[in-house]
């Protein structure tokens, strides 16, 4: 951890005139989680506005944050005195105009992924930032604060584990809303995976092709279930991505490395390891979903970008940025498209804005 991602707090710390006061937009499932966190393990922050489509839900949501009054939409959220930084935890179809509005208006903000529904409008994102003179967008993708992300991380980064040759991943939930298809497996699930080849990886996935087969009958209607991702990067390693988000066990995220000099595996705890319905076990329990599994990378990714709004960097070292966001968005359409391709689709990104207009071939 650096010194910008310090231990989140466990106790509820007191409002302090120097927290940076955050508004939150959208307080579903994610954004209510987020204002607690905020509320209580965020050192130097506090949650001072939210806005949700449902009024009610905000006024129940905001009484977990001393203090923060609800307001009816987004762009008052953003426009307000008393917000410093913006959360964005809306549903994705609205990031890219939520975002832009932020980068407007001067205030950073932390989006919730995806940046955006396609790699056109994640692109709006990237040139409006870079327009703006600084960067100020940070998009949550959580996994690269998680401990095991970034034990791979730093093997990678010293050479441990020598050439990256294959990356296996394996990402499973228990199951899915209704409604569910293989677009968003796409687009709300092998994100995940996507973004950390970024991550890991730092060179731009050339190829994708999705695969799919026999499908559980616990899928619901219109979703291959399971699906696998093959992908490949610029320089040759390749990355199998297997989705399975109808186990109706738990949630199971598994990240295999594999170089020249040795093998890496996160995500799984030694022990025995099974994933029967109802009880299954990994070392111990299995986590229901996202939040229980990922529950520290949400904290320390939280606290490391209110620590960079603090110290006025504003983007946290090894957060994702809008530029991860349009990366990933342009793989997903890839694999949408190859959904109903024959074979693998390629990947075509566009010139990375930079101060000397030179592409960037993360
Ligand atoms: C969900 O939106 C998430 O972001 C979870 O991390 C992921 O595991 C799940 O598959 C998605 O639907």
Redesign the pocket.
Known sequence: MTAQQDTPQTTAPAAAPQDIRVGVIGVGR?GADHVERLSRRTKGARVSVVSDYLRETAEKVAQAAPGARVVDTPEEVIAADDVDAVLIASPGQFHRDQVLACIAAGKPVLCE?PLAMNPADAYDVVRAEHESGRASVSLGF?RRFDAGYGELKDALEAGELGTPLLLNCK?R?AD?LPG?TNV?MVY??A??EIDAISFFLEEPVVSVQTIIGRSSENAPEGLSDPMLLLLRTASGTVITDE?Y?STRSG?E?RTELVGSQGAATIGQETGMVTTQQAGGRWGGAVPA??RPR?VDAYDAEVQAWIAAVADGSLVAPRSATAWDGYVAAAVCEAAEQSLTADGAVEVSLLERPGPDGARDER
């Open positions: 994610m992924k959580m990402h939930n899915v569910f968003h709300d699930s994100v995940h989705l988000v949630y995220v979903d996202f990922f």
